[in-house]
Nanobody, 121 residues
Framework: QVQLVESGGGLVQPGGSLRLSCANS??????????MGWYRQAPGKLRELVAI???????DYLDSVKGRFTISRENAKNTVTLQMNSLKPEDTAVYLC?????????????WGQGTQVTVSA
């Protein structure tokens, strides 16, 4: 079973920083995680991919967060972290951890429960 447990998030002033972490417990699952990342969804808007890191180490970022957000992983702890700096009010959203799971025959997306990030003065 693959379970994603998020931590971090909260309220921060514009220009501030927050750190989100996502721990992946993949005990007994047939799926191998080939990528992990973060999506976000603001009220009335579509869910968008913020950052992703693949098993080979390549990373991609949403254009609006490039230079401000950094995604990293700690393989020993099966954890992915999103460091968010220079936060803006438009970064306010629910942030969801995501994992791309593959088995021999199947592909499955896994999601965390979401954590609220609010950027406001």
């Amino acid at each position: 079973q693959v379970q994603l447990v998020e931590s971090g998030g909260g309220l921060v002033q514009p220009g501030g920083s927050l750190r989100l972490s996502c721990a992946n417990s993949n005990s007994g699952s047939i799926f191998r995680i080939i990528a992990m990342g973060w999506y976000r969804q603001a009220p009335g808007k579509l869910r968008e991919l913020v950052a992703i890191i693949r098993s080979g180490g390549s990373k991609d970022y949403l254009d609006s967060v490039k230079g401000r957000f950094t995604i990293s992983r700690e393989n020993a702890k099966n954890t992915v972290t999103l460091q968010m700096n220079s936060l803006k009010p438009e970064d306010t959203a629910v942030y969801l951890c995501y994992a791309d799971g593959r088995s021999t025959w199947y592909k499955r997306d896994f999601w965390g429960q979401g954590t609220q990030v609010t950027v406001s003065a």
